[in-house]
Structures are given as structure tokens and as C-alpha cells.
T-cell receptor, first 111, second 110 residues
Framework: DGGITQSPKYLFRKEGQNVTLSCEQN?????MYWYRQDPGQGLRLIYY???????QKGDIAEGYSVSREKKESFPLTVTSAQKNPTAFYLC??????????FGPGTRLLVL | QKEVEQDPGPLSVPEGAIVSLNCTYS??????FMWYRQYSRKGPELLMY????GNKEDGRFTAQVDKSSKYISLFIRDSQPSDSATYLC??????????FGAGTRLFVKA
């Protein structure tokens, strides 16, 4: 059963804490993406990766970091430098440049 | 001005109605146009994908692209309560960056 999984579904962050969101895909896609979704706004690109061991900043990369050590995995770390982290985070992957397939999302809340 | 503009709604229609959802854009280099459906607290799912201008039909859904007007539409025929969701338009020049609209919330009343 191919698809994209994200975990956890909900994540709570204390002030000053770094947290990591998991994203795994078994679609054999080369490209993976992280987006942030806030109410009333479109998806905003945080980071993307075209191949293993390579990634580029998106429009709102400040306060976030990523790694791409395996084709299947693209974890996102929300660092303490991100002052407004409360949002719905979506991971996506793509086998062609035009169409992206999304995971179920992780909702991050600040305690 | 945003690259992609989409009316956030909400749009409320009775069951069985024809729904029209629209987006306008400013970048004439966009060649690929997508519509995603997103249920509450879920990830978006790809509904329709169109390259360049023209129409594409899939069941009750029809996507239209008018590049001369920089305007795209999604039509839903015989709308059902299960169509209630947020619909996101998206477009790309063919590179790795896709621009998404803010989404239109649709409610279909039984």
C-alpha cells in the first residue's frame, strides 16, 4: 500500500525546545517537500529536496532545518528560533515535477 | 499582489447543484494547473491535473484553463454532501516550485 506517512499526528512544543516531524514515503519518489499551512493562507514552502543528500530552502525556511539521508525519509526540525511555530505541517512527494502527493499532516501546538 | 488569487468562500450550495470554483493568476509562465481537495484536518489530495489550456473531465469534475485570461475553474456537477471540503488550486511553471491558492471552503447541504 503506497503512500506518505507523517508522525506524530499532534505535537506539542515547549518554549525553547526543538521538535522533529517525521515524513516517510514508499512511492519511490525523488522529490520531497515540506509546507506550512495557516488558516486562510495557502501552503507555504519551507524546504524541498530533489535527491538524497541535497535540499533547498523554500520561502519560509528560517527557524526550520531538514535532512535527506535516505530517499524515503525527509524529517523536519522546528527549532527554538521559529517564534510562531503553531501550524499544520504537510509533507509531500513527487515523481514528476507537476503533481505532488501529500501526507496526512502534523498539527504542531505550543504549550 | 499574490501570484495566485482564490476566493476563500465559504460557498454553500444545495445537494445536486453545479459548483464553480475559480482561481486567477498573474504569472503567464505557469503551464501546469492542479486542483486539490482537502478535508478538515487532512492532507490535500490531487483531484485534477491539466497541462496548458483547455478542458479536462473526470466523472463529475471538469477543470478548465483559460491562459489568455489567466483564469482556471473547477466545476462539480451533481454536488454531494461528501464534496464538502476546501478546494485548493495550484500551478507550476514546470520546475520544483508549485504555488497554491489559499483554498475555497465548500459546503454542500443535504
Amino acid at each position: 500500500d503506497g503512500g506518505i506517512t507523517q508522525s506524530p499526528k499532534y505535537l506539542f512544543r515547549k518554549e525553547g525546545q526543538n521538535v522533529t516531524l517525521s515524513c516517510e514515503q514508499n512511492l519511490n519518489h525523488d522529490a520531497m517537500y515540506w509546507y506550512r499551512q495557516d488558516p486562510g493562507q495557502g501552503l507555504r514552502l519551507i524546504y524541498y529536496s530533489q535527491i538524497v543528500n541535497d535540499f533547498q530552502k523554500g520561502d519560509i525556511a528560517e527557524g526550520y532545518s531538514v535532512s535527506r539521508e535516505k530517499k524515503e525519509s525527509f524529517p523536519l526540525t522546528v527549532t527554538s528560533a521559529q517564534k510562531n511555530p503553531t501550524a499544520f505541517y504537510l509533507c509531500a512527494s513527487s515523481g514528476s515535477l507537476e503533481t505532488q502527493y501529500f501526507g496526512p499532516g502534523t498539527r504542531l501546538l505550543v504549550l | 499582489q499574490k501570484e495566485v488569487e482564490q476566493d476563500p468562500g465559504p460557498l454553500s450550495v444545495p445537494e445536486g447543484a453545479i459548483v464553480s470554483l475559480n482561481c486567477t493568476y498573474s504569472n503567464s509562465a505557469f503551464q501546469y494547473f492542479m486542483w486539490y481537495r482537502q478535508y478538515s484536518r487532512k492532507g490535500p489530495e490531487l483531484l485534477m491535473y491539466t497541462y496548458s489550456s483547455g478542458n479536462k473531465e473526470d466523472g463529475r469534475f471538469t477543470a478548465q484553463v483559460d491562459k489568455s485570461s489567466k483564469y482556471i475553474s473547477l466545476f462539480i456537477r451533481d454536488s454531494q454532501p461528501s464534496d464538502s471540503a476546501t478546494y485548493l488550486c495550484a500551478m507550476s511553471t514546470g520546475g520544483f516550485k508549485t504555488i497554491f491558492g489559499a483554498g475555497t471552503r465548500l459546503f454542500v447541504k443535504a
